[in-house]
Structure formats: structure tokens, C-alpha cells
């Protein structure tokens, strides 16, 4: 029985092995979306956001690193993580209690008085390792934490990040809508007078009036949408909206774009999400191991050794000694329900945390890859964006211009206004799309990327030194 048992504990250890192996199956040999990749790319993440060259993003980052809830609550969790694993190490040594006792008893005009002073200690190992296990299952949990926190803190930075993105594209679709306004403000005032002058009928007056009140209804939408990611920002960063000071902006905030991502396997392993993910299933198995092990005999000891007389000065003397030393071996037999019932709850708790792996394994392939192709449709789209703005601009002057000359009906003035507006909010949405595409792209890789011209710089800064000894051999 016991050999059969033997062979049950290694059957975890073995299938864990050959469910990580299966894992790698999974995981492709390059990306799919077409972007330079170099076999092993060193990443910062405090560095990433340095690269923005954006004092106000960096700020609300690092706030919201001291700040954010969820943050707090992964450092909370790692400090009770590393107590168990402590707890566990402790374990697998002996315990040692020390006591002193006095007392007095009277009977019969007669007083008797006693004291004692003893240690007692206690020791219990499981002769198949089950305290090793359990050690060793804290401390993968308690590595897990570790990871947990540090992937909150690279999640934190990114919705901060993309937060703000979105708040300066909400403000810069309010200015773009002001201005808008302004077009159709003056459209309205050359009607006004076409009308007064009898060029026109009042048709197109009102129709000039309509277009300007609808473009400044639109405007509290934008103050919403502000608001909105304002408080956003708040929340995420532990603060009240009212501290959320924020400078005017032209324009979409930009990131840098002279990327290298790693070959997949490698990003793999630098997202801290999958190495706690990988931790986590090590964990299970080492419990699933701990209740096993039970099966196996268990050895106790324990005993006190201590001093006892009628003074305290007597204490020690010969003759007032006490030693006692208990061995035992214990095995249980007849509560094999409950044995078999801790086992099958760990094998299901293992059971999850292969599901759990898988889950966040595809996750991150997939997070990638649509980082990867949001940023190549952006980058495509910018050209052609950037042009099309300038000549909705340059065609919403002319029809201004010939409109007060009474060349163009108000009809062409109002088509190149709603060409022009829908032109500049769509290239700074794309420019939005392109952070938030970098942001995300962030998080996938684990913490973000250092630029090629850094990389380069490092490996000749690494170079130098060989080439001279060889030069100098």
C-alpha cells in the first residue's frame, strides 16, 4: 500500500509537467500582425512612460501608483502572502513553550506552597514531506502575490494612460466643435444680411440658425465627456476631481513609436501575469501533494523538562527535575472519506488553476495581437487622414470665401463644414486610437518596451568593451 501511495504523490508532479508542455504547443513561433522583432528586447516600465515626454501623464501615474485602491489591495494581499509562506517555514521546525507557575494552598491552618518552571516543546513531520509541500505551495502563493501586485500596477498605469488620452481628445473635440460653431456663427450672419438684402429666402436663414444651435447643443456633451474621464482620472489616482489640474491641449498626447517587440515566447515570460499564473499552478500541485501525503504516517514529538519545588530558591536542585519525551506515529484509517474529499477538492483546485493558465495564456496572445494591429491600422491611416483635414480645410475657406461673394449657395458652405468637422475629429481619433493602441501594446508586453535607438545604444555601449580587450589581446 504504501508503494502504491509512493507512486500516487509523483503522478502530480509528472502531469504538471506535461500539461506546461502541451502549453507551448499554443503559442506561436512569430506574430501574425508585421511588426520588428528582435530575439530578446529589454523593457522598463518606469522608463516607457519617461518616453512620452509628458510631465502631467507621468504625474498622474506615479499618483496613482501611491494612491489607486486596487494597488493597496494587491500590496495587502502580497503582506498576508508572505505571513503564510512564514507561517509554513516555521512549521517545519519545533515549537518551544516556556512557563513558570506558583501557588499556595492553606488547609487546616496549614499553608503548602509550590512552583514550578518548565519548557515544553512540540514537533510534528509528515514522513512523506507533506511540510515541505506546504512550505513550498506558500511560498509559490506568496511569489503569485508578488507578480499580482506588480501586474495591477502595469494595469493601473495603463487606464490611467488611457484615461487621459481620452480626456484630451474629449477637449479636443470641444475646441473643435467651438470653432465649428464660429464657422456656422459667421455662415449665420452672411445669411442674416443675404436675407435682409433680398438674395435670399428666409428657407436658407433658418436653416443657417438650426445649424448653429445644433453645434452649440453639442458642445455640454463634450463638458460631459470631460467631466466624465476627469473623474475617472480621480478615482483611479485616490484624489478628488477638484485636484485634477490639467493643462490646455491642441492635440492628441503622442508616444513613442520606434518599437521592437519580442518573439512571442519571450513577452510570454515577461508579463507578470503569466509567471503568476505559472506560479499559481505550482502551488496547486504542491497542495494537491500536502493532502496526499496525509495518507502516509505521521511523527510526533513532544515533551517538557522542567524543575518543581516547595521554594523558589529550590528551583533546579537536585531531586526537583521533570523530563518527559512522547514519540508517536499516527496514520489514519478509518476516515478515508474525508481524506479522499481534501484530495479531490485540491486535484479541482488544480484543475482551475490549469484552466486559469490557459485562460491568461490566450489572453495575452490575443491582447497582443490586436495591439499589434491596432497600431499598423493607425499608422495607416495617418497619412491619409492628415491630408484629407487639410483639404476639408482649405475647401471650407473657399466656400466661405466665394459664399460672402454670393458665388455658392449656404448649402455648399454647410457640406464642407460637416466634411471638415467629421475630418478633424476623425485624424484626432486616430491619434487616439494610436496611443491607446501603445498603451495596450504596454500592457501586453508586460510593462512596456525600450525604443530600438536605446537598444541599439546599449548593445554598442556593450560591444566597446569587448572589441578593446580583443584589440588590446
Given at each position: ?306 524543575t518543581q519545588a516547595a521554594t523558589v530558591s529550590a528551583l533546579g536542585a537536585s531531586g526537583t527535575g521533570l523530563v518527559t519525551l512522547i514519540g508517536a506515529l499516527s496514520m489514519p484509517l478509518l476516515n478515508w472519506g474525508e481524506q479522499v474529499s481534501a484530495t479531490e477538492q485540491k486535484l479541482a483546485a488544480l484543475d482551475k488553476a490549469r484552466a486559469q493558465y490557459t485562460a491568461t495564456l490566450v489572453g495575452a496572445l490575443e491582447e497582443t495581437e490586436n495591439a499589434l494591429t491596432a497600431i499598423r491600422t493607425a499608422q495607416t491611416r495617418e497619412d491619409a487622414l492628415a491630408l484629407a483635414r487639410t483639404s476639408a480645410e482649405t475647401a471650407a475657406d473657399l466656400a466661405m470665401q466665394q459664399y460672402r461673394a454670393g458665388l455658392v449657395d449656404y448649402q455648399t458652405v454647410l457640406n464642407t463644414q460637416r466634411t471638415l468637422l467629421s475630418a478633424r475629429e476623425d485624424y484626432q481619433s486616430n ?43
Open positions: 500500500m504504501l508503494c502504491a501511495l509512493s507512486a500516487a504523490l509523483l503522478t502530480g508532479c509528472a502531469g504538471n509537467d506535461a500539461f506546461l508542455a502541451q502549453q507551448e504547443s499554443i503559442t506561436p513561433q512569430s506574430w501574425v500582425a508585421d511588426v520588428p522583432v528582435l530575439e530578446s528586447v529589454p523593457h522598463g516600465a518606469a522608463d516607457w512612460w519617461q518616453a512620452w515626454h509628458n510631465p502631467e501623464l507621468t504625474a498622474l501615474i506615479e499618483q496613482a501608483d501611491r494612491a489607486n485602491t486596487d494597488i493597496l489591495t494587491a500590496l495587502a494581499n502580497l503582506r498576508s502572502a508572505a505571513a503564510l509562506a512564514d507561517e509554513a517555514t516555521a512549521a517545519l521546525f519545533p515549537t518551544l513553550d516556556l512557563s513558570a507557575r506558583g501557588s499556595s494552598t492553606r488547609t487546616n491552618n496549614r499553608t503548602t506552597e509550590s512552583y514550578q518552571a518548565g519548557a515544553s516543546y512540540n514537533w510534528s513531520l509528515s514522513l512523506a514531506g507533506g511540510n515541505i509541500a506546504a512550505k513550498r505551495a506558500a511560498r509559490h502563493e506568496a511569489m503569485a502575490a508578488h507578480l499580482t501586485l506588480e501586474d495591477t500596477r502595469i494595469l493601473v498605469a495603463g487606464e490611467v494612460a488611457q484615461n487621459y488620452v481620452a480626456l484630451a481628445l474629449a477637449r479636443v473635440k470641444k475646441e473643435i466643435a467651438e470653432k465649428t460653431l464660429d464657422n456656422y456663427r459667421r455662415a449665420l450672419e452672411i445669411a442674416r444680411w443675404n436675407n435682409e438684402a433680398g438674395l435670399t429666402d428666409r428657407t436658407e436663414l433658418e436653416q443657417a440658425v438650426s445649424n448653429m444651435q445644433q453645434a452649440r447643443a453639442s458642445i455640454p456633451l463634450m463638458d460631459q465627456s470631460i467631466a466624465k474621464y476627469r473623474n475617472a482620472l480621480a478615482r483611479l489616482t485616490g484624489q478628488s476631481a477638484a485636484d485634477i489640474h490639467l493643462t490646455a491641449v491642441d492635440t492628441v498626447p503622442s508616444a513613442p513609436m520606434t518599437l521592437a517587440v519580442a518573439l512571442p515566447a519571450d513577452t510570454l515570460r515577461q508579463r507578470p501575469d503569466m509567471r503568476a499564473a505559472q506560479m499559481s499552478l505550482a502551488a496547486a500541485s504542491e497542495r494537491v501533494y500536502q493532502a496526499r501525503s496525509q495518507w502516509f504516517p505521521q511523527l510526533s514529538i513532544s515533551g517538557n523538562l522542567g491619434k487616439a486610437d494610436l496611443a491607446n493602441g501603445l498603451i495596450t501594446l504596454y500592457r501586453a508586453l508586460g510593462g512596456g518596451w525600450k525604443p530600438t535607438e536605446e537598444i541599439a545604444d546599449e548593445l554598442a555601449r556593450t560591444e566597446a568593451p569587448k572589441q578593446s580587450r580583443v584589440s588590446g589581446s
